[in-house]
């Protein structure tokens, strides 16, 4: 009589009081490991032909997407990345104190709020432009990975844009209008990695 195996899977294994019969107990374990395992498929085209009564956790990788999908029951679904956060590690430069700062990932879309006092003296903004002036440093898994990239920022009366590098430094760049000491700025922005 087969037994069923050690990790409550529901697959037949073949005892040593059943008639030898080598090809029911290959063909008894496989079709109870291929299923649980992940199965390769050229499309989901294939898949779809092959598999004609999937069941709720089967798993397969599409090769021609590069693309692990589950069967939920009624559909195949590609499995969210968990999402990481923090807010620690933001370090302010010379004129600015950190007063948050949240950084949130899910896959490769990264999205991080700095929240700054400017503690330094006025910034003079002409037509737009500011002096460039590094406000802080994005600790590196906050970071862009493959070039600079732009943000907005405001402080509830003048609003404007800065930009952060792959080493992490925070500048800010124009500004609707003079940007005075004492207030705080809320910096936000949202981009891919690509590593």
């Keep these: 009589m087969p037994t069923q195996d050690d990790y409550g899977q529901g697959i037949s294994l073949i005892s040593l009081t059943d ?11 496989a079709a109870g490991v291929i299923p649980r395992g992940v199965m390769r498929f050229a499309s989901a085209s294939q898949r779809g032909a092959t598999l004609t009564k999937p069941v709720e956790g089967m798993a397969t990788w599409l090769n021609d997407v590069n693309r692990l999908d589950i069967y939920n029951g009624s559909a195949w679904v590609t499995p969210e990345p968990s999402l990481a956060t ?7 430069a010379s004129g600015f104190s950190v007063l948050d700062f949240f950084g949130h990932r899910q896959g490769k879309v990264t999205s991080i709020d700095l929240y700054l006092a400017r503690t330094g003296g006025k910034i003079t903004a002409n037509s737009g432009n500011i002096p460039d002036t590094v406000c802080a440093t994005v600790p590196s898994a906050w970071r862009p990975t493959h070039s600079t990239v732009t943000g907005c920022f405001d402080n509830g009366i003048v609003h ?36």
Excluded at 19 to 29: E, G, H, R, T
Excluded at 86 to 92: N, W, Y
Aim: hydrophobic letters at 40%; aromatic letters at 4%; charged letters at 20%.
């Design 19 to 29: 008639a030898p019969d080598m090809a029911k107990a290959i063909a008894d374990l």
């Design 86 to 92: 923090s807010t620690t590690g933001l370090s302010a």
């Design 160 to 195: 404007g844009g800065f930009v952060i590098g792959t080493d992490g430094i925070v500048t800010l760049r124009t500004a609707t209008d003079d940007i005075d000491g004492g207030t705080n700025l809320r910096l936000h922005l949202t981009f891919l990695r690509t590593t």
